[in-house]
């Protein structure tokens, strides 16, 4: 692995460490892969922004669509409600 997947997965490892003190079971493995799906997503969609004229609007609607997403699937897992706290 290459040093920024290495500093990916220590700073996961040190929230899902909290995040069971808590009570929850969420696996680093699990958050882990939403994080990557969802940086994915975001870089994929990135290619919007090639299109001439509303490209670049589209990408970064789509964009923030998925880092959206991505927070309120990490808040579900690791069992916080993102609308009341």
């Known amino acids: 692995m290459d040093k920024k997947a290495n500093m990916l997965n ?4 040190k929230i899902v460490a909290e995040v069971q ?4 079971h969420v696996t680093t493995e699990e ?3 939403i994080v990557k799906t969802h940086a994915a997503g975001s870089a ?8 001439p004229g ?3 609007v ?3 609607g789509i964009q923030n669509a998925f880092v959206y997403s991505m927070f309120y699937r990490l808040g579900k897992s690791m069992g916080i409600n993102l609308k009341k706290d």
Do not use: C, E, N
């Open 10 to 13: 220590a700073s996961i490892d």
């Open 21 to 24: 003190k808590k009570g929850s």
């Open 31 to 33: 958050l882990a892969k």
């Open 44 to 51: 994929a969609a990135a290619m919007a922004s090639v299109v």
């Open 54 to 56: 509303a490209g670049t």
């Open 58 to 60: 589209v990408a970064v």
